[in-house]
T-cell receptor, first 110, second 116 residues
Framework: AQRVTQPEKLLSVFKGAPVELKCNYS??????LFWYVQYSRQRLQLLLR??SRESIKGFTADLNKGETSFHLKKPFAQEEDSAMYYC????????????FGTGTRLTIIP | EAGVAQSPRYKIIEKRQSVAFWCNPI?????LYWYQQILGQGPKLLIQ????????DSQLPKDRFSAERLKGVDSTLKIQPAKLEDSAVYLC??????????????FGPGTRLTVL
C-alpha cells in the first residue's frame, strides 16, 4: 500500500531563515511526487512536481529514492510562504489517483 | 478561466439525514474527482470519473455514499444517511485527464459538512 508521511504538523520559521518541510513515502515502484499548497482562504493548488525539476516561488524538492523522501526546501523564508503544505504521490501513471500526507502548517515569523 | 465551482459552501445536518453536494468542473475537463478531507488529515479520494464513467471508487463507502456525473459534466455526491464521522470538507477537483501522464488537478473551494 502507498503511504505519504509528513512528520511535522506545525513548523514555525523566522523570516529570512531556511525552510525544510519533510515528506517520506512508501511505495513499491516508481511514484510521481508532488507538493500542494493551500494559502489562507484559498483553494488547494499544485506547487511543484518532482518530474518537472522546477523552482516555484523559490521552493525546490528533490526526490531521494534511496531514502524515499521528497523534502521541500527554500533558502530564505518569506511571510507569504505561510500556508498549509501537503505532500502527495500518484502511483498509477495515467490514473492520476493522488495519495496525500496529513500536511504541515508553516508559519513564518516576521 | 473560471475555476471548479462547488455548492453549497457550508452545510449543517443532523445524523441520519441526507445531504447532496454539487460540483461543476472546469470547462473541457474530462476527469472529475471527489475527495473527503477530515480535520487534521489530507484529502482522501472517494471517487474518480472520466467523462461519465467511474475510474476508481474503491474508497467510497457505498452503503451510504453515492455519486453520479450525468452527461460527463456536473457531478453530485450524496450521503444517505449521514453519520457523525462524515463531518469533513468535501473537495471536488478536475483535470484534462488525457490518460497520458499526470494532468494537474484543479480544486474547488470545498463544501464543509457538519453532522450533529
Amino acid at each position: 500500500a502507498q503511504r505519504v508521511t509528513q512528520p511535522e504538523k506545525l513548523l514555525s520559521v523566522f523570516k529570512g531563515a531556511p525552510v525544510e518541510l519533510k515528506c517520506n513515502y512508501s511505495y513499491s515502484g516508481s511514484p510521481e511526487l508532488f507538493w500542494y499548497v493551500q494559502y489562507s482562504r484559498q483553494r488547494l493548488q499544485l506547487l511543484l512536481r518532482h518530474i518537472s525539476r522546477e523552482s516555484i516561488k523559490g521552493f525546490t524538492a528533490d526526490l531521494n529514492k534511496g531514502e524515499t523522501s521528497f523534502h521541500l526546501k527554500k533558502p530564505f523564508a518569506q511571510e507569504e510562504d505561510s500556508a498549509m503544505y501537503y505532500c502527495a504521490l500518484t502511483s498509477n501513471f495515467g490514473n492520476e489517483k493522488l495519495t496525500f500526507g496529513t500536511g504541515t502548517r508553516l508559519t513564518i515569523i516576521p | 478561466e473560471a475555476g471548479v465551482a462547488q455548492s453549497p459552501r457550508y452545510k449543517i445536518i443532523e445524523k441520519r439525514q441526507s445531504v447532496a453536494f454539487w460540483c461543476n468542473p472546469i470547462s473541457g475537463h474530462a476527469t472529475l474527482y471527489w475527495y473527503q478531507q477530515i480535520l487534521g488529515q489530507g484529502p482522501k479520494l472517494l471517487i474518480q470519473f472520466q467523462n461519465n464513467g467511474v475510474v476508481d471508487d474503491s474508497q467510497l463507502p457505498k452503503d451510504r455514499f453515492s455519486a453520479e456525473r450525468l452527461k460527463g459534466v456536473d457531478s453530485t455526491l450524496k450521503i444517505q444517511p449521514a453519520k457523525l464521522e462524515d463531518s469533513a470538507v468535501y473537495l471536488c477537483a478536475s483535470s484534462t485527464g488525457t490518460g497520458e501522464g499526470y494532468n494537474e488537478q484543479f480544486f474547488g473551494p470545498g463544501t464543509r459538512l457538519t453532522v450533529l
